[in-house]
């Protein structure tokens, strides 16, 4: 299994560009999220989904949309980037249940200019 | 979810035994307690969780109080790549959900 694979690693925008984060796991997790850490703080979520087709907003969801169309893939929307969006975004994913941790993808760091 | 209290910060001496403190005083019956570490700003990794029994892995130990208003992971011999923020989350088992983090505890191991 490759885990938890987001795309790209680094990516440079300038503001008011769009450009979608894209993160894939395939280990038929159901369940999969979205964080973003800017520089020194911790992890905030932006937005999650329980399986294909629901997802829901997090604790700052403003600026970005997401879809579910398949269980692997969860992509993260930026609709207009502003310079406040530099931070790192992980992904992260994991099956129903009481007994799992979450796994984590490696990140996208993403500076808006 | 119930709220978490950690140190900002802790040191440990390399090849002792780091015991990182969690205050939850207000868990619910149904609120498992989760471990979480972040290496250098990698991805966030899972270390542990337990609802109210002491748990132990190939990672570290968990020790939860019988009130279950903290609990303490242990690393049992600390190694300099344990370098980092761990964090420690209280919340419940239940579909809609998502992790919520905290702040952390920063924990420094030293030669």
């Known amino acids: 299994n490759a885990g938890v694979t987001q795309t790209p690693k680094f990516q440079v925008l300038k503001t008011g560009q769009s450009m979608t984060l894209q993160c894939a796991q395939d280990m038929n997790h159901e369940y999969m999220s979205w964080y973003r850490q800017d520089p020194g703080m911790g992890l905030r979520l932006i937005h999650y989904?329980?399986?294909?087709?629901?997802?829901d907003q997090g604790e700052v969801p403003n600026g970005y949309n997401v879809s579910r169309s398949t269980t692997e893939d969860f992509p993260l929307r930026l609709l207009s980037a502003a310079p406040s969006q530099t931070s790192v975004y992980f992904c992260a994913s994991r099956p129903p249940g009481r007994t799992y941790g979450y796994t984590f993808g490696s990140g996208t760091r993403l500076t808006v200019v | 979810d119930a709220k978490t209290t950690q140190p900002p910060s802790m040191d440990c001496a390399e090849g002792r035994a780091a015991n990182l403190p969690c205050n939850h005083s207000?868990?619910?019956?149904?609120?498992?307690v989760y471990w979480y570490r972040q290496i250098h700003s990698q991805g966030p990794q899972y270390i542990i969780h337990?609802?109210?029994n002491n748990e132990t892995n190939e990672m570290a130990s968990l020790i939860i109080t019988e009130d279950r208003k903290s609990s303490t992971l242990i690393l049992p011999h600390a190694t300099l790549r344990d370098t980092a923020v761990y964090y420690c989350i209280v919340r419940v088992e239940q579909a809609g959900t998502a992790l919520i983090f905290g702040k952390g505890t920063t924990l420094s191991v030293s030669s």
């Open positions: 337990g609802l109210k």
């Open positions: 207000t868990i619910s019956g149904n609120e498992y």
């Open positions: 989904s329980v399986g294909a087709g629901i997802t």
